[in-house]
């Protein structure tokens, strides 16, 4: 009797081993994927950021977020030692593409294939019309196109918890709440002024001030009216692009390993991306 019980212990002790080295050995798996999805596009944004040089002050700028998102996103996936970490330096490099793209559309190149959506950029909502407003002795102008008075790009999602619509700006006014990790006073009026009744914004001045939880389903119902339903379409991203789509890489023209057509394959030329 007293063998049988030793022998089952030593098989819940085996069993219980086993089950630690299978874990870890995933966990460490998913890190090394995450890691070397990360790396791809920050290797790419790289090339874009050494490669493309701004012409006026809407693309320079752009070429400037550009790069401060490469160096972030670089720190980011040395000092990773999680999927979740590592899918933060990720989404730092597709956002440096994003003012990539912003900066190409500001000189008038092609802005390349399409980027699988930010966080948050869905209900964020785009700048649709041009506005200005005075706020704390401020003006502040928005415009869904570049120019000398909106050089400052913005690609939509999600800042200290709260909706910025995707544009281009006057100033940055988002990136005090970006730097603190939160907004100050005045941030719900300003948000109320330049973006109220602006059909491409998904959100409302209170949805704004109760932060991106209790705004979500008004940007949903928005989008759902014709307001902010961005990538709402076949093809749009849910999870992953599922036609023409991103699922860990574009299939049909693009991204599966580097882009096809268009350059943008572990190296740049003048007209890839």
Known sequence: MAT??????????????????AQRSRTATLLADAKADARRLIERLGGQVYNLTGTDAASKQAMADAGE??????????????????RLAKETALEGLYYVR?????MGLDPGPAIPELDGQ??????????????????IEASPTPSQRTPNYFPGGRVAGRPVPAGWYSEPWWKTALVAGAWGIGSVLLFDALFSGMSGVGYDASAFEHGYDDGFQAGL?????????????????????????????????GYDGGFDSGGFDGGFDSGGF
């Open 4 to 21: 049988v019980l030793i022998l089952l212990i030593a098989m819940v002790v085996v069993v219980g081993v086993v089950m630690v080295v």
């Open 69 to 86: 998102r490469f160096n972030a996103a670089g720190a980011q996936i040395e000092q990773a030692q999680t999927p979740a970490q590592a």
């Open 102 to 106: 912003a900066a190409r559309t500001a």
């Open 122 to 139: 869905r209900t964020a909502g785009k700048v649709s019309e041009y506005r200005a407003v005075d706020v704390d002795g401020r003006r």
């Open 221 to 253: 119902d928005a989008g759902d009216q014709g307001g902010a339903g961005y990538y709402d379409e076949p093809g749009g991203y849910d999870g992953g692009y599922d036609s023409g789509g991103y699922d860990g890489g574009y299939d049909s023209g």
